[in-house]
Every structure is written in C-alpha cells, then in structure tokens.
C-alpha cells in the first residue's frame, strides 16, 4: 500500500505526517511500521 511505500522511501517520517500525506490515521500508519518490523 501507499503507507509502505512512504516507510521505505522516507523512514525518517513520523506516523502522523505519513498519516496526513496517504489519508489515513497515524494509529493505521503505526499498525503497518510494527508489522514491517
């Protein structure tokens, strides 16, 4: 999805601005960084 494409290219974003540029909740953006882990 859009938001792994966002942690791989920029991991230094934080939840909540990848949240802001995708359109999701930073609690959404949270769930796919722990599952990348």
């Known amino acids: 999805a859009e938001v792994?494409?966002?942690l791989r290219a920029e991991?230094?974003?934080s939840d909540r601005?990848?949240?802001r540029?995708?359109?999701v909740?930073?609690?959404t953006v949270g769930n796919w960084r722990r599952r990348a882990a």
């Open 4 to 6: 792994r494409a966002l």
């Open 11 to 13: 991991p230094g974003l």
């Open 17 to 19: 601005e990848i949240a």
């Open 21 to 23: 540029r995708v359109r």
């Open 25 to 27: 909740s930073p609690q």
